[in-house]
């Protein structure tokens, strides 16, 4: 995106999706659930007013009467929409979660699939752009599961209905007069434009003011076509974004670090950079041995005896198209799994529930084994699996909590 918005994680149960540009997040791509059905527009005789007013302003702006009516013909009032974005996830989940979701097994095998598939197109792209291809790549995973979660919502519907409801009027306004210019344009039509909804679109979700002044026509057909089955636009648009704010290539995004047993946690934090020397004079290694160390600032979100990790400028490149911590670590994680590189080497250690990852999968696969479905047993406790130990203590004549804990795990012994 451009200006980011700081989002926790709500698109992959949660997790987040995202869009490049804007302050609303509402992408489709770290879910680890499917998409639901595409909402409903309903009749709504404010918006149906709002249309009309918007109509005039928009074409005092420079849009076409045919654009915009074209836009409208087949747009309406989508309440879910409204729902969603007034009942965005607000809590955080922690790191560990975040890239269990993110670098799940599933996640990185259908990257080396895709990346097979596409590595000739995303050599292209690196040559062009300079933005090394499984780091765009991990953008496409993490934005849109490689293309298969782009969002079914109809754009124009979608920020109309949130322009009218009048949140954050001003800005779903100018993104819903940026897409009109993408239709006036000739880049696609009404009908396909569909995506997040909050019209977040295509493979690595572009908010339109973005795709405005970032997308390309990479293949040469006269369009820049983020919306279609072939992800070459879209994936040399994000290389562009990219590239315009900042990347500096052959340069890591970071790397996870060893830190000494009496390092400083004063020395913690973004902006507290030093270089590589002074960090390898401090006791610091590369996690694992070997390798050389970057220059940059060290941060471990779950302190020190946790994992660590040293960023570089190009961290502060991921933060740029979406500023949240967890995201571009997740950015960075996934691009060096899909390469080939290994799990995080520290141990997280029990979360604020007391229990290990391990403990947690052991949680999820002994509810499952008794009937309690909890999706999966990642070890992230996410709805389902909530709804699993809620289901598991009501039956035992508990306390109905819904929160794993290890007194809930000696039970399930």
């Known amino acids: 995106m451009i200006t980011r918005r700081v989002f926790s994680l709500t698109a992959a149960g949660a997790l987040l999706a995202g869009c490049v540009g804007g302050g609303t997040r509402g992408g489709a791509g770290l879910s680890g659930s499917r998409e639901t059905a595409a909402p409903r527009a309903v009749a709504n005789p404010g918006w149906d007013a709002w249309v009309e007013g918007y109509k005039a302003r ?12 074209s836009a409208f013909r087949s747009a309406g009032f989508l309440p879910d929409v409204i729902e969603k974005d007034r009942n965005q996830t607000e809590f955080r989940r922690s790191l560990e979660d975040y890239l269990s979701i993110a670098a799940s097994d599933e996640r990185i095998s259908l990257g080396r699939q895709m990346m097979a598939r596409y590595g000739g197109v995303l050599a292209q792209i690196e040559a062009r752009y300079g933005v090394e291809g499984h780091v765009v790549a991990a953008f496409w995973g993490l934005e849109s599961f490689f293309g298969t979660r782009r969002g079914n919502v109809p754009v124009v519907s979608a920020l109309s209905t949130l322009a009218y409801d009048g949140r954050r009027g001003a800005f779903f306004e100018g993104q819903l007069d940026g897409a ?22 295509g493979h690595t979700q572009f908010i339109p003011t973005s795709y405005l002044q970032y997308a390309v026509d990479f293949t040469g057909d006269g369009r820049r076509d983020i919306w279609s089955d072939d992800p070459t636009d879209a994936l040399a648009s994000t290389a562009n974004y990219v590239k315009r704010t900042g990347w500096q290539t052959g340069l890591p995004w970071g790397m996870e670090v060893a830190l000494p047993s009496d390092f400083n946690p004063g020395l913690l934090g973004r902006g507290k950079g030093k270089s590589a020397a002074e960090w390898s004079a401090l006791g610091v290694s590369r996690a694992g041995g070997g390798g050389a160390l970057a220059s940059g600032s060290i941060i471990a979100p779950g302190g020190v005896g946790t994992p660590a990790f040293l960023l570089t400028q190009n961290f502060n490149v991921i933060l740029r198209y979406n500023n949240a911590e967890n995201y571009a670590i997740g950015i960075g994680h996934l691009a ?63 306390a109905v909590t819904g929160e794993p804990s290890p007194a809930l795990l000696a039970a399930l012994r």
């Open 180 to 201: 009109l210019r993408i239709l006036q344009s000739g880049d696609t039509t009404p009908e396909r434009m569909i995506g997040s909804w909050a019209g977040a679109m």
């Open 58 to 69: 928009a074409t005092g702006r420079g849009i076409s009467s045919a654009t915009v009516n």
């Open 336 to 398: 060096d799994r899909l390469r080939g590189g290994g799990p995080v080497r520290a141990a997280f250690g029990p979360d604020a529930n007391g229990l290990t990852k391990a403990q947690r999968q052991e949680l999820q696969s002994r509810l499952t084994a008794q009937g309690f479905d909890t999706g999966g047993t990642d070890g992230v406790i996410g709805p389902k699996s909530r709804e699993a130990i809620s289901a598991f203590q009501a039956r035992r004549g508990m």
